[in-house]
């Protein structure tokens, strides 16, 4: 967490920028917005404090390239000695609230689900991480797609040792901070994963999920699931129907209108896929993602009561969105779950030590 409140004047117009596309990606908004915003906080550092000064008292910001009106409103608010109006606005409505989940999510020690730069993400390794050590994580699980999923620029097996490379050098860096190596794997319709035996056995954690043909037909989706689970290399079952909401936060019990829905969830059967997981001790996950809160209630309901493993992640593809797990662990709570039911509460050699058994 912060050590000094983001909302303190008078505040530098770089940081404030910087923190107006943190609080963007926090609240699931536009990535172009926070790009916008971020590329107008590196015009004025590379301007300088002096030009900055003297542009602003001209009314000129905008001559900057890379910063427009919006940008330019937010920079000259904290230049005049103020908090912008625009991140104070977001710093109360993207807020992640305390639960019943608190208690949980103080026992976490890490996420297992996040995504950088190398795939779809939206920052570089070694931000992610600095944002899981600022939150108080012990660590991070790196898990970019699999090569198949090209929309999502998977990484292919040279990218993936590559990144490798990357993370054994951020974690001399970081230590003792550690950044897992991972992967999050495509299912494929027949049940295979997309990646190379080798390489999934050189990664710390496998996350396994649906991304394609999630329309297929119960019997067909069961069988695809239980076969990916009884993969010795998976670890954890991630985002089990797929689904996708309008993005409001978890308020509780779900009641979720038709309306809501973005893509329907897909269709296996729970009892079938879950007891997979409990035999082979393939953790399922709670997906932490305002837009998936997956799985819903009665399919969670049935993993609790299967005896499966769970893990609280948060499928971040942004440093702010690292934030979003307390949504997943008040999820928890309200199904009786505790810290010894939950992955990432162990510490790195713990959940080490599962992943290679």
């Known amino acids: 967490m912060l050590a000094v409140s983001p909302l303190d004047a008078p505040m530098d117009p770089s940081d404030a920028l910087d923190r107006v596309a943190h609080l963007i990606e926090r609240g699931l908004g536009s990535s172009r917005k926070a790009a916008a915003f971020r590329t107008a906080a590196d015009a004025l550092r590379a301007a300088g404090d002096d030009e900055v000064r003297r542009l602003h008292a001209a009314g000129r910001l905008t001559a900057l390239d ?6 330019a409103a937010v920079a000259a608010e904290a230049l005049d000695g103020g908090v912008p109006e625009r991140l104070a606005d977001l710093e109360a409505t993207t ?8 208690e949980l999510r103080a026992a976490l020690r890490g996420d297992c689900h996040s995504h950088s730069t190398w795939s ?3 920052a570089p ?3 992610m991480a600095r944002a899981a050590m600022a939150l108080g994580h012990e660590y991070l699980v790196l898990t970019d797609h699999s090569p198949r999923l090209t929309v999502a620029r998977g990484l292919n097996r040279e990218r993936l040792e590559a990144q490798l490379e990357e993370i054994a050098a951020l974690n001399e860096e970081l230590a003792p901070f550690r950044i897992l190596t991972g992967v999050e794997v495509d299912i494929f319709p027949d049940g295979t994963l997309d990646g190379d035996d080798d390489m999934l056995d050189r990664l710390d954690v496998v996350v396994a999920s649906v991304h394609s043909k999630l329309s297929m037909g119960r019997t067909e989706m069961t069988q695809r699931m239980v076969k990916a689970v009884l993969d010795p290399r998976v670890d954890i079952l991630g985002h089990c129907t797929g ?4 993005g409001l936060p978890d308020p509780g ?3 979720i209108p038709a309306s809501a829905y973005v893509r ?4 296996f059967d729970p009892e079938v896929v879950f007891a997979a997981c409990e035999a082979t001790d393939t953790a399922v996950e709670i997906n932490c993602r305002p837009e998936r809160r997956d799985p819903p209630d009665e399919l969670l309901a049935l993993a609790v009561d299967v ?10 593809h942004a440093p702010a969105q690292l934030e979003w797990q307390p949504y997943g662990c008040d999820k928890a709570v309200r199904h009786g779950l505790g810290p010894d039911r939950v992955v990432n509460t162990w510490a790195a050699d713990d959940l080490l030590a599962w992943t290679e058994a």
Request: proline residues 5%; aromatic residues 2%; contains cysteine.
């Open 307 to 316: 005896g499966c493993w769970i893990s609280i992640d948060t499928d971040a």
């Open 264 to 267: 329907q969830q897909s269709h």
């Open 66 to 71: 890379g910063v427009g009106a919006s940008t």
């Open 95 to 102: 807020v992640v609230p305390d639960g019943d989940g608190a």
């Open 253 to 255: 019990p779900e009641h």
């Open 243 to 246: 689904r996708k909401l309008k």
């Open 125 to 127: 390794i070694v931000d």
């Open 120 to 122: 779809d993400g939206g």
